[in-house]
């Protein structure tokens, strides 16, 4: 399989939030586990969705469901490590686009993780992918759009 590169427009990013890794994220390995990653970027997309007045699931049943999620690791993080977490969205399409995350450790500025979450909006009523709000829409206005 190829190697994955994710790269991401510095202008796409619209929150950061700092998040420690605990003693229960470490692996047999000694470090920070894929599957506690994982977790930690779901907190860090349900704050920044929270920060920008985006509810989980709204009264008429929309809401975001994540279609995909690609990620790289460059470098180990250990218990304790104090992570922070960027936040973006970018290709913006009619259902949804993609919510990306930069994790570095600002102690000794490594890169840590880059990951890609791909979303769509999703009306769990009717179990159907529906367009993007035009709330949710106006609240980014930088973000590019692909058809």
Do not use: C
């Not at 790269?7 to 950061?16: G, K, S």
């Not at 686009?97 to 769990?124: H, L, Q, W």
């Amino acid at each position: 399989m190829a190697r994955l590169i994710l790269d991401f427009p510095e202008d796409q990013y619209y929150y950061t939030t700092p998040l420690t890794v605990r003693v229960t994220d470490i692996n047999g390995a000694n470090h920070l586990g894929n599957d506690s990653m994982i977790s930690m970027i779901s907190e860090a997309r349900a704050r920044f969705l929270y920060e920008f007045g985006v509810a989980e699931t709204e009264r008429d049943g929309t809401g975001i469901i994540v279609t995909d999620l690609a990620t790289t690791y460059r470098a180990e993080a250990h218990a304790r490590d104090q992570l922070l977490f960027e936040v973006g969205v970018m290709d913006f399409n009619k259902y949804g686009g993609d919510i990306t995350f930069r994790v570095t450790r600002p102690r000794d500025k490594k890169e840590i993780t880059m990951a890609k979450s791909g979303f769509v909006f999703f009306n769990y009523k009717t179990t159907q992918v529906v367009t993007m709000p035009d709330e949710f829409r106006s609240k980014f206005p930088r973000v590019n759009w692909i058809d």
